[in-house]
């Protein structure tokens, strides 16, 4: 058996399309036994459902704590579509579960826009959290971390997903659009979320645009230069822009 012809056969083994017999029939048998070599696909999949409940945790929990068993069939549905790939099994095993269950929706009415933003905040925190400290060359210094995620959802998602995840009785927050920030502080190094108000936005994207703090004034009545100002010290602050005050220059 070449060491090529294994690596070519083992994935297929691994995730359960090929029976241990017929991995044995093709490579030779194991000297643990069919038996014992049947269970490395029981591990993968043990272990595939543990980095899902780990990355996803308050999703995790609410799911589990409305609908019982419908984690499991979805952790099952899902490494059997997107068995990983790749090196680094945290990331490879749980990057297509946010699309994943965005598809799977139209076919399961069990799941709604709140699991879907669930997923979507908790992978953006693990991207907030696991990334490179230095900036990456595809992306352009524009004032802005790299590390920072903006979406709205439709409720405080993030507090929603920390608590369930804690303590599973948590309610689930009224509905009411939030823009939301997911970055790593650069103070503790954990993962941070901010809610921003409209001034933040707007000072966001002017220091993305490199414009000057009094071009914006205009974008929200009643805006002021010093409020643009104070605003972008908190931002500066935090760590989610970064880089030398705008100024207020036209």
């Not at 139209?106 to 826009?113: G, N, S, W």
């Not at 190094?189 to 921003?196: D, E, K, N, S, W």
């Given at each position: 058996?070449?060491l090529?012809?294994?690596?070519?056969?083992a994935?297929?083994?691994?995730?359960?399309?090929?029976?241990?017999?017929?991995f044995?029939?093709?490579?030779g048998?194991?000297?643990?036994?069919?038996?014992?070599?049947?269970?490395?696909?029981?591990?993968?999949?043990?272990?595939?459902?543990?980095?899902?409940?780990?990355?996803y945790?308050?999703?995790?929990?609410?799911?589990e704590?409305?609908?019982?068993?419908?984690?499991?069939?979805?952790?099952?549905?899902?490494?059997?579509?997107?068995?990983?790939?790749?090196?680094?099994?945290?990331?490879?095993?749980?990057?297509?579960?946010?699309?994943?269950?965005?598809?799977?929706?139209?076919?399961?009415?069990?799941?709604?826009?709140?699991?879907?933003?669930?997923?979507?905040?908790?992978?953006?925190?693990?991207?907030?959290?696991?990334?490179?400290?230095?900036?990456?060359?595809?992306?352009?210094?524009?004032?802005?971390?790299?590390?920072?995620?903006?979406?709205?959802?439709?409720?405080?998602?993030?507090?929603?997903?920390?608590?369930?995840?804690?303590?599973?009785?948590?309610?689930?927050?009224?509905?009411?659009?939030?823009?939301?920030?997911?970055?790593r502080?650069?103070?503790t190094?954990?993962?941070?979320?901010?809610?921003?108000s409209?001034?933040?936005?707007?000072?966001?994207?002017?220091?993305?645009?490199?414009?000057?703090?009094a071009?914006l004034?205009?974008?929200?009545p009643?805006?002021?230069?010093?409020?643009?100002?104070?605003?972008?010290?908190?931002?500066?602050?935090?760590?989610?822009?970064?880089?030398?005050?705008?100024?207020?220059?036209?």
């Open positions: 058996m070449k090529a012809d294994f690596f070519a056969r994935p297929d083994f691994l995730f359960g399309v090929q029976h241990p017999r017929a044995e029939r093709a490579l048998p194991s000297d643990s036994g069919t038996a014992n070599l049947g269970f490395y696909p029981v591990l993968v999949r043990r272990n595939i459902g543990k980095i899902l409940r780990e990355v945790g308050g999703l995790c929990a609410y799911i704590r409305e609908h019982g068993e419908l984690f499991r069939e979805l952790v099952e549905a899902y490494w059997r579509a997107h068995p990983p790939r790749g090196w680094d099994p945290n990331h490879h095993a749980a990057a297509q579960f946010p699309d994943f269950l965005s598809r799977h929706r139209a076919r399961e009415p069990r799941l709604t826009d709140v699991h879907e933003e669930l997923a979507d905040f908790h992978w953006s925190e693990f991207l907030a959290w696991s990334a490179l400290d230095t900036w990456p060359d595809e992306c352009g210094v524009d004032g802005v971390d790299h590390r920072l995620f903006v979406r709205q959802y439709s409720r405080r998602i993030p507090d929603f997903a920390r608590g369930v995840a804690n303590d599973s009785s948590t309610p689930l927050p009224p509905p009411t659009p939030t823009p939301t920030l997911v970055y502080d650069p103070k190094l954990r993962t941070a979320v901010f809610y921003p409209v001034t933040a936005l707007v000072v966001l994207s002017g220091r993305r645009k490199q414009l000057p703090l071009s004034v205009g974008a929200v009643g805006l002021t230069v010093a409020m643009l100002e104070s605003v972008e010290r908190d931002l500066l602050e935090r760590g989610i822009a970064l880089g030398p005050p705008s100024g207020s220059a036209v």
